[in-house]
């Protein structure tokens, strides 16, 4: 396996979390050309297969469509819809728990709140 994947989650969903992170850090714009199959077979040093399954889902979800005989293109609308879908994993992920052990702890909202501050290193609202 590639160095550049862990072994924690399947690899094509961080070869298409890899494509996200580019179209949100706008690495990629609306419109623009992803890299194609081969070319991140060839870059990654993995399967076709694993490739292709993380593409397809990207194609799926609407972020890529195809253009038959020239490629896939970043879809319109592609990184507010990621970033969406990212807030909502983030709170799923890390808000929920994150109150729910606060509570068994008995850390107060507003305990909770400058802990954030603090970590974060400013007093920004």
Do not use: C, W
């Not at 038959?68 to 592609?78: D, L, N, S």
């Not at 929920?96 to 970590?119: D, H, M, R, T, W």
């Amino acid at each position: 396996m590639s160095r550049l994947f862990d072994n924690k989650k399947p690899i094509f969903i961080q070869v298409r979390e890899k494509i996200e992170d580019q179209i949100v850090n706008e690495q990629l714009q609306e419109g623009e050309q992803a890299p194609s199959t081969n070319q991140l077979v060839n870059f990654y040093k993995i399967n076709h297969v694993t490739v292709s399954k993380g593409i397809n889902q990207l194609v799926d979800e609407g972020i890529l469509y195809k253009k038959r005989g020239i490629g896939m293109f970043v879809a319109k609308g592609a990184k507010e819809k990621l970033i969406r879908k990212r807030k909502d994993a983030f709170v799923d992920d890390y808000v929920v728990p994150l109150v729910l052990e606060a509570g068994k702890l008995g850390i107060s909202q507003n305990e909770v709140f400058e802990l954030i501050k603090k970590i974060k290193g400013s007093d920004d609202e």
